[in-house]
């Protein structure tokens, strides 16, 4: 299999690695999508990563919660992602680094861009965590971010279903399935796939996002390789 695309931003869900635990780290989740990520690396892939929170923390569990420290706890859960993907990583032989947008020198290096493109050229896989290290922002803008700033060709957005659908396939079974979109579809339709802050600056920077089922994991390897899969989504929807 030859790769389509030479520098990638993974987009991992924290969900995704619960596996069917529905909380925590599920390590046999974990490692199985590890396994696929070293695939894509020995390709010659050029990767990064930015990993959710969802799997430990999801924003405020009140209403006198304040918003920003709720935001911090989410940007700490990344954080432990991140961490856990690099051992996984690591332990397939896979050389790895986290680089975090909030300073927590003992245990991550804190993110510049310099370094982290100088990571990517020597084989290594980043790990972005703790988001855009400010409340507000999502890990899907924070994704969008990084992307653009290390240039990569595409953003690849593993999620829970296998496409975008014009509603919820689970709930609806005539949903329509798209496998091209602008994102002013993705803004005027209001289509979920990211939130809109990220979806705009993925349009104004013309970042095209592959949107895929990570209940295969070997769809990651197909994505790089550019196999019909998904949706992608570009500027133009072509």
Known sequence: MEAKYKRVLLKVSG???AGDKGFGIDEDTMTNICRYIKKVVDMGVQVAIVVGGGNIWRGRSSENMDRTRADHMGMLATAINSLGLC???EALGVPTRVETAIEMRQIAEPYIRGRAVRHMEKGRVVIFGCGTGNPFMSTDTAAALRAVEMEVD???LAKKVDAVYD???NINP???RYTKLSF???LSKNLGVMDSTAASMCRDNKMPILVFGLNDPENIVR???GENIGTLVNY???
């Open 223 to 225: 994505a790089v390789c």
């Open 15 to 17: 969900e995704a690695l």
């Open 87 to 89: 051992s996984a990583l």
């Open 236 to 238: 133009e929807g072509k």
């Open 167 to 169: 509603s919820d396939p």
């Open 154 to 156: 595409v953003i690849l």
């Open 184 to 186: 002013n579809d993705i």
């Open 174 to 176: 005539d949903a329509k």
